[in-house]
């Protein structure tokens, strides 16, 4: 199954969309990430596989390929750990995710939800190109709330466990795209 959910790196003061695809599909065990990704973004593999699985989540086994596009643009950091790691739990479970929704936070293998930089500017920028709802880590939740105009900016919880678990469960919703 295919899952696609937004994220925003930075540009210098402004924001880039990035558009998480994964894709879960029949073949040998592995998890490829493609889409120019520094090795900071590449070690994404590790935390995330580790924070799914101490979330009580079952990690897919299967062939299991992450896009990160557009594929000429260099991502970096960690500020996506998050997104990945909510779009392979949708693709796992064949649900689409929530419309106009981004997500922006790194994975402790223990699966807490923590800082990134340049949330006020990723949450504004998101809010201009019309995105409703944005998950933060809860350590950035007073900086996104700077940002008016945006109907729900939401905290992701300390520990992506409680997001992400009643994110499977969840019904699917109709397609965003």
């Given at each position: 199954?295919?899952?696609?959910?937004?994220?925003?790196?930075?540009?210098?003061?402004?924001?880039?969309?990035?558009?998480?695809?994964?894709?879960?599909?029949?073949?040998?065990?592995?998890?490829?990430?493609?889409?120019?990704?520094?090795?900071?973004?590449?070690?994404?593999?590790?935390?995330?596989?580790?924070?799914?699985?101490?979330?009580?989540?079952?990690?897919?086994?299967?062939?299991?390929?992450?896009?990160?596009?557009?594929?000429?643009?260099?991502?970096?950091?960690?500020?996506?750990?998050?997104?990945?790691?909510?779009?392979?739990?949708?693709?796992?479970d064949g649900r689409k995710p929530p419309p106009r929704t981004?997500?922006?936070?790194?994975?402790?293998?223990?699966?807490?939800?923590?800082?990134?930089?340049?949330?006020?500017?990723?949450?504004?920028?998101?809010?201009?190109?019309?995105?409703?709802?944005?998950?933060?880590?809860?350590?950035?939740?007073?900086?996104?709330?700077?940002?008016?105009?945006?109907?729900?900016?939401?905290?992701?919880?300390?520990?992506?466990?409680?997001?992400?678990?009643?994110?499977?469960?969840?019904?699917?919703?109709?397609?965003?795209?």
């Amino acid at each position: 199954m295919l899952a696609t959910v937004d994220s925003c790196l930075l540009a210098g003061l402004e924001g880039r969309l990035v558009e998480v695809q994964a894709d879960a599909g029949n073949g040998k065990t592995e998890f490829q990430l493609v889409g120019l990704a520094a090795t900071s973004v590449r070690e994404a593999r590790q935390r995330v596989r580790s924070a799914i699985k101490n979330s009580a989540l079952p990690f897919p086994l299967a062939r299991l390929t992450v896009n990160l596009a557009p594929p000429e643009m260099r991502k970096e950091g960690s500020t996506l750990d998050l997104a990945i790691a909510v779009s392979i739990v949708l693709a796992h479970d064949g649900r689409k995710p929530p419309p106009r929704t981004a997500y922006l936070g790194e994975l402790a293998l223990d699966g807490a939800v923590r800082h990134v930089d340049g949330v006020l500017v990723a949450v504004r920028w998101l809010r201009d190109h019309g995105f409703g709802t944005v998950f933060v880590p809860a350590a950035d939740a007073a900086e996104a709330a700077l940002v008016d105009g945006i109907p729900a900016c939401r905290r992701a919880p300390r520990s992506s466990s409680t997001w992400l678990t009643s994110t499977a469960r969840k019904k699917p919703s109709a397609p965003s795209r």
